[in-house]
């Protein structure tokens, strides 16, 4: 299970620093992994008790065996793999999935509330990816701040003990980096 | 997009956020100078209140949706009795396919909707079960039929409904070139499927153009039913998860703020829906954030100019060429009824709207009929309704009478703060008394039921007799009796043990209960109003050698000492002090809300408002994981929290807040007690201030009746509400009923406050004026008289509330015919007002509009003119379109010139402030109806 030979922190590392190699590589690696523990997960489990970090935790006691998994952890870096897996996951999915759009393959979509229409969705990821990025030219921390929350699923306490700030600091960083994404995001539908 | 904007947005917005959206957008105009990130800011701050979207549940969800989408899944055989044969659409809660009946009896082709694997949750399962039954409880020739139902082999319901094979009505009408005639008779067809479901109490909640296909046979189907509301016929509390918004083009209003969902929402969206098919274009102009805003704050759906504006030529053309005219005949066509009625649909108030499908459907019929439309009769106040919706903060501040209403606001919160912060302290020691008197009365009182107060005096006697010779236990007793005492207001008695316990204590040994003893004291000595004495016993050495939750404890309540005796800084070092202590020793969650919530309270006095906000908030958050005495505290802080968001405009979270404060008030304190009372009062304000006067109306009585019972008639409370009651009559025309409640509220307000003092003044001219307009004028005379003369005596001549008084006063002087008196009054008030309150200020346009009557009634008709036109000129700026003050002041301008004998002039001036005056209900009819018989009568 883990004869992978680079890994997957370094990985996870490079990918984020837009390396398309990395990006295929993680694909390879993390992605089915994922995929599987997103699928059985899924099934198993009801709304909103799927977390990402169990998920990423998962995947790499899978591929890596414990002692990957506790340098990761020991330093922090948990919250800030399973962001960044779960944001490549996402960008990914809507790719293909626009890819597919274009090709027609779904048509009429009802709604459920809360929910973006599906058609709608894989856009609205592509758009905030983009989003992402000029937020964090403008404020590293607002853009850490939504990986963290968004992406990985922390808790408020968790990101400002990580990030070492006030939990007011992250709810204040929180709000802002959400209203100037949805300012900038492309508007759904 | 470049960072440096980006960071200055940032800046911005969290430096605006908090404010109210007047107050942003009053600053971006005034202070941005570039339009980019003028419209950026205004673009986030809108953003921020949207209140779901992508970013709003977590990344995980939406990759489960990618992944339910990701239709790689191969397609299902067959499901029940049917074979599948395509994929139709896949949602969050279900998949739709097309299927064939596989048992060869019938050749149909239908759709088959079944459940989502991952969505078997009993909520889900109820979900998907309801859009069943809805959809069986519907047969109607324009509503998609449910043909079977069953359960799959994996357990999975799901039901058949006939496949339509059709186009989405828009792109139906665009394709067969349908004119406008024929787009509404198919829309007709859409409103009798809607009204069909409305009359089964079922409201759609999602209609939209890919919901509403057309067939081949060019029949209307309506389809999904997946969010329907089944309407239980009375209101409903509606969940979390019912109140998202849908689809954000459609969506209604009251689907965004989380507000009752009636027939009207259907009406809404039918309203944009009539909008696209007239003229290809959604009714709010883009789909962004701003377009939800506009949407939001009631204005009106772009006017067929606007939209050509926005539209290039060529799309116009071909627009109009989808419905076999040209753009100038389409826009004449649609202008009036047409434009009226999509107006009235649209409005975003539901009980302005069509109450359903069939008042829509009604005047559609009508205006293919020739007939006038409904929706014409009452657009004169529709223009009134969306300037009150808008500003609903703003006009209930333009009444006279609210100057009071703020004034005794600030005094009630202050009483409140300084009313409920013992009520957490005592709690804990209640039980224990109760117990200690559990077998005291029905021997030695038969038959009677023993007051709490008889109870405490009982036990305190006990006290004495039974622990004489137990100086540690008495004292323990004195001390409990003592906070239960105080925690009942009855200072004195909690005075008098509290000194014995000192006395006691002194002997102790233990610096610690010593200390506990004298805080108690300090506190009863305090607030039965002996500063100086509670002061002495909080030196700075009482703090030497004490540390933990007492040392806490002290420190709050030499804050408190500090407070009440207006030293503010030390209060807040004081308070700080505590709450830095208590976070550094880890005390329980309801010892630092406490501190939190001194602090926050403290705020308010100081006006800095929105740290007490955030204070409060924390507070609250933090009160709500305490337990038992903790409950107490937390509804008093949430009640608090809710009255500074009522002052902050925040009025759905106000409600929210406050709703839930009364029920667990309800539950903590009962229905007779004046904090219960004083939710409903807030509660009730709310209603007002969104102009729900039927809601506002019982609470406001209610809340009167508790709030006298508990705490008497004279008390400062009781007459806030009488004062809330008489400016809530008085906003609905309602003078005679308001009068009483103003005198009750004068009386009030001079026993609280002395006969001395500039609120009394102002509550003395708002009775005047009400008796004045039911025609008393001696009694209203005297009474203006006499607040003049206190004002004169507080607050002196220079003073906007003396130029207020004096307006009033005028009032009156004009009704008893002394015009001249009448004239220097307001000459005066008009010139103090300027002075103090600012040029721009919109009461200045009323002093000015009565001055200028008053003139023209003297026949100086050309100063008459200059001073409605400089009335007008205020009004226009700082007050919104169709407001009655602009109104009166254009009308005199009318009057004026009726006064000259320039009639037609004067008629057609006088046409549209007519028509906004004669929309409202009763405000200030006595004032321009005399001047409207006149321009009439000019007229002949």
Same mark, same amino acid.
């Given at each position: 299970m883990s004869e992978t030979s680079t890994p997957v922190t370094e990985l996870l590392e490079q990918a984020a620093t837009g390396d398309p190699e990395a990006l295929a590589a993680l694909n390879e690696s993390i992605y089915p992994a994922l995929r599987s523990i997103a699928r059985r997960q899924l099934r198993a489990h009801q709304r909103g008790t799927l977390c990402t970090t169990d998920l990423v935790h998962e995947t790499y006691l899978r591929l890596f065996g414990s002692d990957g998994y506790q340098n990761l952890e020991g330093s922090g870096h948990l919250y800030a793999a399973a962001a960044r897996a779960m944001r490549h996951v996402l960008v990914d999915y809507a790719r293909r999935q626009g890819a597919e759009k274009r090709g027609g393959s779904l048509r009429r979509v009802a709604l459920e509330e809360g929910k973006i229409a599906a058609e709608h969705l894989p856009e609205q990821v592509l758009s905030l990816d983009g989003a992402l990025e000029h937020l964090k030219s403008a404020d590293r921390r607002c853009h850490e701040v939504v990986l963290l929350k968004f992406f990985a699923g922390c808790s408020i306490e968790d990101i400002a003990a990580h990030l070492e700030v006030s939990d007011m600091t992250v709810k204040r960083d929180w709000r802002k980096a959400r209203a100037y994404l949805y300012a900038s995001m492309e508007p759904e539908a | 997009m470049n960072s440096e904007r980006d960071q200055a947005a940032l800046a911005l917005f969290e430096q605006l956020v908090e404010l109210t959206p007047d107050a942003q957008r009053d600053y971006l105009d005034r202070e941005v100078t570039s339009p980019e990130l003028r419209e950026q800011v205004a673009q986030m701050l809108a953003a921020d209140r949207r209140e779901a979207g992508l970013l709003d549940l977590p990344a995980t969800d939406h990759a489960a949706q990618l992944l339910d989408l990701h239709t790689e899944a191969p397609l299902p055989e067959a499901i029940g009795s049917y074979r599948i044969e395509d994929r139709l659409g896949v949602g969050g809660m279900a998949v739709v396919y097309r299927a064939q009946r596989d048992d060869g009896a019938f050749d149909q082709t239908v759709a088959l909707k079944v459940i989502q694997p991952h969505r078997v949750s009993a909520h889900w399962r109820e979900r998907f079960l309801q859009e069943r039954q809805i959809l069986a409880s519907l047969e109607h020739p324009n509503i998609a039929r449910l043909l079977d139902g069953g359960v799959a082999e994996d357990g999975s319901p799901y039901f058949v409904l006939e496949f339509v094979a059709g186009k989405p009505i828009h792109e139906y009408c665009d394709s067969h070139r349908l004119n406008l005639r024929e787009r509404l008779q198919l829309l007709l067809a859409v409103c009798d499927a809607v009204s069909h479901a409305h009359r089964n109490l079922v409201v759609h909640r999602d209609l939209k153009p890919s919901n509403i296909l057309v067939n081949t046979e060019g029949e209307v189907k309506l389809l999904d039913f997946g969010i329907a509301k089944l309407l239980s016929g009375q209101a409903e509390t509606l969940t979390m998860t019912d109140q998202r918004p849908l689809t954000p083009e459609y969506a209604a209003p009251e689907q965004y703020a989380g507000e009752a969902i009636t027939t009207a929402t259907d009406s809404y969206a039918l309203g944009v829906l009539l909008y696209e098919l007239l003229l290809g274009s959604r009714p709010f102009a883009g789909e962004s954030a701003l377009a939800l805003e506009q949407r939001l704050s009631g204005r009106p759906p772009r006017s067929i100019s606007r939209l050509a504006a926005d539209t290039s030529e060529e799309d116009r053309e071909s627009i109009a060429a989808a419905r076999q005219l040209t753009w100038s005949r389409l826009r004449r066509q649609v202008q009036g009824d047409l434009e009226t009625i999509v107006q009235k649909a649209l409005r975003r108030e539901p009980e302005r709207r069509y109450q359903s499908a069939d008042g829509l459907a009604d005047d559609l019929r009508r205006y293919l009929s020739g007939l006038p439309v409904q929706a014409r009769r009452a657009s004169a106040r529709y223009r009134l309704g969306k300037f009150v919706s808008r500003h609903r903060v703003g006009t209930a501040l333009a009444a006279g009478l609210t100057l009071a209403l703020l004034a005794s606001l600030g005094v009630a919160l202050q009483q409140t703060i300084q009313a409920r912060a013992e009520a957490l302290r005592a709690n804990q020691t209640r039980d224990f008394v109760v117990s200690l008197f559990e077998y005291a009365s029905p021997d030695k009182n038969p038959g009677d039921r023993l007051t709490a107060r008889q109870l405490l005096n009982l036990g305190a006697a006990r006290i004495e007799q039974e622990l004489g010779d137990e100086p540690e236990l008495k004292s323990d007793m004195l001390v409990v009796m003592a906070e239960t005492f105080l925690q009942l207001g009855i200072y004195d008695r909690a005075q008098t043990l509290a000194e014995e316990a000192v006395a006691l204590r002194d002997a102790s040994p233990d610096l610690r209960r010593r200390q506990e003893a004298r805080l108690i004291l300090a506190r009863a000595r305090r607030q039965s109003g002996d500063l100086p004495g509670a002061e002495a016993l909080l030196n700075d050495d009482v703090l030497e050698n004490t540390a933990g939750q007492l040392r806490a404890a002290l420190l709050v309540e030499r804050g408190e000492l500090a407070r009440d005796q207006a030293r503010y800084d030390d209060a807040a070092t004081a308070f700080e002090a505590a709450l830095a202590l208590d976070r550094a020793q880890g005390a329980p969650p309801a010892d630092v809300a406490r501190d939190l919530y001194q602090l926050a309270s403290l705020k308010v006095l100081t006006g800095e408002n929105d740290q007490s906000l955030e204070l409060m908030r924390e507070a609250g958050n933090l009160a709500s994981q305490a337990q038992g005495p903790g409950a107490t505290l937390f509804a008093t802080i949430q009640h608090d929290l809710g009255v500074l968001l009522i002052q902050r405009g925040e009025l759905e979270e106000a409600k929210r807040v406050l709703s839930e404060v009364r029920t667990l008030r309800r539950q903590l304190l009962g229905e007779q007690h004046p904090d219960y009372g004083a939710t409903l009062k807030e509660l009730a304000g709310i209603a007002r201030l969104n102009g729900d006067s039927e809601a506002a109306e019982p609470l406001y009585l209610e809340a009167l009746e508790i709030t006298k019972a508990a705490l008497g008639v004279d008390h400062s409370e009781t007459a806030n509400l009488h004062n809330s009651l008489a400016v809530f009559y008085r906003g609905q025309g309602a003078n005679r009923k308001a009068l009483p409640f103003a005198l009750a509220a004068l009386a009030g307000a001079r026993s609280n406050l002395g006969e001395e003092h500039p609120t009394v003044g102002v509550m003395t001219a708002n009775a005047a004026d009400l008796q004045r307009s039911v025609g008393e004028l001696e009694k209203a005379s005297e009474l203006a008289h006499r607040a003049l003369a206190i004002q004169l005596a507080t607050?002196? #001549? #220079?003073?906007h509330l003396t130029a207020v008084v004096r307006n009033a006063l005028a009032a009156v002087q004009f009704d008893l015919g002394d015009f001249a008196g009448a004239e220097d009054q307001l000459r005066s008030a008009a010139r103090v007002f300027r002075q103090t309150a600012g040029p721009d200020h919109p009461h200045l346009a009323n002093i000015e509009n009565s001055l200028a009557r008053v003139l023209l009634t003297r026949g100086k008709l050309d100063d008459a003119g200059s001073r409605y036109q400089v009335a007008l000129d205020i009004a226009a700026k700082a007050l919104p379109e169709g407001h009655a003050t602009t109104a009166v002041a254009a009308l005199g301008l009318a009057h004026v010139a009726a006064s000259r004998g320039q009639c037609d002039t004067a008629a057609e001036l006088a046409e549209e402030p007519l028509a906004v005056l004669n929309s409202q209900p009763a405000s200030r009819r006595d004032v321009w109806e005399p001047a409207a018989q006149d321009i009439a009568a000019c007229k002949g």
């Open positions: - | 607050v002196g #001549e #220079e003073h």
